[in-house]
T-cell receptor, first 111, second 113 residues
Framework: GESVGLHLPTLSVQEGDNSIINCAYS??????FIWYKQESGKGPQFIID?????DKRQGQRVTVLLNKTVKHLSLQIAATQPGDSAVYFC??????????FGPGTRLSVLP | GAGVSQSPRYKVAKRGQDVALRCDPI?????LFWYQQALGQGPEFLTY????????KSGLPSDRFFAERPEGSVSTLKIQRTQQEDSAVYLC???????????FGPGTRLLVL
């Protein structure tokens, strides 16, 4: 389930289950969105992106859903693995270069 | 190189000391960004370069922060008279001219004592 940690909300899932990480964005002008994965001691790593003219995009084991009506973005990870444990950030991009990151969610995969 | 590199990876500074953080972007990436990431938070924008031109420095928290990219490749973020609240991870990212995706380096973790 989800809980609010000291700074980051945390999602704990069993290995093999599906994970859903949510993100609310704020700017109606945002037309491009990216999910990043950040492991401890490393920089954010690109996972998947989606443009505002789409509502769903699939990658390998990951799917991003975009609901512009309520300004909501989600990342679905299928068959979650221990290597998926990390902090996940959504980023909304407007006017091409302006990146605004969400607060992040820590995904913890339980054996 | 294959990705964005940053140095040093870790820096401990005494309060009042000046520090310089280096970023080597991906070859061919004209856009370069600096972010500050506090513990448990997402990256926050500091400044942006296109080639050697600093087009946006609205995120720099004070005039103690200064960034440069004199030849349009390597960039340096300098913090003068460091204070404890400057302790954070400083991330550099670059992007290709034809895409918006930013690729991040590993960051420099700065601790000011």
């Amino acid at each position: 389930g989800e809980s609010v940690g000291l700074h980051l909300p945390t999602l704990s899932v069993q290995e093999g289950d599906n994970s859903i990480i949510n993100c609310a964005y704020s700017n109606s002008a945002s037309d491009y969105f990216i999910w990043y994965k950040q492991e401890s001691g490393k920089g954010p790593q690109f996972i998947i992106d989606i443009r505002s003219n789409m509502d769903k995009r699939q990658g390998q084991r990951v799917t991003v859903l975009l609901n512009k009506t309520v300004k909501h973005l989600s990342l679905q990870i299928a068959a979650t693995q221990p290597g998926d444990s990390a902090v996940y950030f959504c980023a909304e991009i407007y006017y091409g270069q302006n990146f605004v990151f969400g607060p992040g969610t820590r995904l913890s995969v339980l054996p | 190189g294959a990705g964005v590199s940053q140095s040093p990876r870790y820096k401990v500074a005494k309060r009042g000391q000046d520090v310089a953080l280096r970023c080597d972007p991906i070859s061919g990436h004209v856009s370069l960004f600096w972010y500050q990431q506090a513990l448990g938070q997402g990256p926050e924008f500091l400044t942006y370069f296109q080639n050697e031109a600093q087009l946006d420095k609205s995120g720099l928290p004070s005039d103690r922060f200064f960034a440069e990219r004199p030849e349009g490749s390597v960039s340096t973020l300098k913090i003068q008279r460091t204070q404890q609240e400057d302790s954070a991870v400083y991330l550099c990212a670059s992007s290709h001219p034809t895409e918006e995706t930013q690729y991040f380096g590993p960051g420099t973790r700065l601790l000011v004592l």
